[in-house]
């Protein structure tokens, strides 16, 4: 059984990867959705509820977990390792390796959380493959919000005018890639691919659900996927299906995850 | 002493308004850094969130508590008041009783978090006083994460376009006076002011604190103030100075909240 958790909904989309590729998985997702964000905290909170996260998912006897949350993964996943003894994927490796795999032109652009980009992960993942590529990173800390409160149009003049500000520098270092460094960001990829059109953009929750499905032997299960969110279960259930294009159903469970 | 407590650094506006008032008082401040915002989390949370709030202030020996955070204010005050033997001020009141002063065509408009406008504390608190009073409500979800990253500016366009979209219902409804139901949006006042001329604005925060100036005997500290916060202390100390106007000094510590 696979654990996924993220700080809030933003994992999802990394679970709708899961599923077109492992559909017989047993999955159980953890959304942080009484304390989101994560990427406006610092490392020691990042670490500190991350860790309550891990306790949280192996009390459910997972056997694996990914880190489907951009900041989580980098700021937070070598001491998880470290500390706990079950294989744990982020998706800061898989995103670099993806990203290294597309540029033509040797320039990435990387967008994330506050923390994710202080953290520098991106970048020494992508170095550490190809030490010629050049790299750009801005953080974007009004997308989560923006996501969260449902400024998710194509169209949306706010959240276009957010993504010009935060995009400019990208745009001008001529990069052909983008590492979408959170989780959240893929839902408002149109509105990014206005402002940098033809761009390839990289959905790190999907690129390390691939790379989970390359190094794990299929477990056969049943298909079967629970929810636990730390706050109200109710609009968790309506809001999920915006980031999972599918009904959540009735698995969707409250955990108090202070405890854990 | 007088604890004072808000989900991050709004409550800070309050703490100005107090020194300003009663500059000899004692003050604990604490702010929930680790798990702002409360305004998008559901009543329970709310709730358990304050409760460990009001437990830790009381821990540093407070005798009156004021809670300088418009969602808390809202939806876990009678609770908070019913379970804990000490003197609980909130914002709603001292803003209802400001706005019903104010008005002169009797249509008052109300901003606040999404659990804010949803508990219809300040609708009902105007009405108990003035039930002629006509009132429009809107929550405005994004305009404590555009205060807390910095998009400030009164000519920054993109909390212009995001405060004309918010508050087109309550232009149309012709309010001349509107409640800042939220800490937080005092900084963004002037914003506010160009898409609505004219319009007397109440800031709850100050009103809270005028009305416990009127309500508690002065008790003679040092005015000293020390400030607590869930996460880190630095980021704390140098945001503060925006919603202080004053620097915070090295009174700034860190508390484990969830231990409450």
Do not use: W
């Amino acid at each position: 059984m696979i654990g996924v958790f993220d700080s809030g909904m933003g994992g999802l989309t990394a679970i709708k990867q899961i599923v077109k590729m492992m559909p017989q998985e047993d999955i159980i997702y953890f959304g942080d959705t009484g304390r989101v964000p994560y990427g406006t905290r610092s490392k020691d909170t990042i670490i500190k509820y991350s860790r309550q996260d891990v306790r949280f998912l192996l009390s459910k006897g997972v056997d694996a977990i990914l880190i489907a949350c951009g900041t989580v993964s980098a700021n937070a996943i070598d001491i998880l390792r470290s500390e706990f003894n079950v294989p744990i994927f982020g998706v800061v490796e898989a995103a670099a390796e993806k990203a290294c795999e597309l540029t033509g032109n040797g320039k990435v652009g990387i967008i994330g959380t506050n923390a994710t980009v202080k953290s520098g992960a991106y970048v020494k993942h992508i170095n550490a493959i190809r030490p010629d590529i050049e790299t750009v990173s801005t953080p974007c800390p009004l997308f989560v919000p923006l996501v969260e409160n449902g400024f998710t149009d194509a169209e949306d003049e706010i959240t276009r005018l957010c993504a010009k500000r935060y995009l400019e520098d990208i745009k001008s270092f001529g990069a052909d890639t983008l590492i979408l460094g959170c989780t959240h960001y893929p839902i408002i990829a149109p509105v990014i691919s206005k402002v940098l059109p033809g761009v390839d953009l990289v959905n790190t929750g999907a690129e390390a659900a691939k790379k989970l499905f390359e190094s794990i032997s299929p477990r056969g299960g049943s298909g079967r996927i629970e929810y636990y969110v730390s706050d109200d279960v109710d609009s968790f259930k309506s809001a999920a299906s915006t980031f999972l294009e599918m009904p959540v159903g009735d698995n969707v469970f409250k955990v108090d995850i202070e405890k854990y």
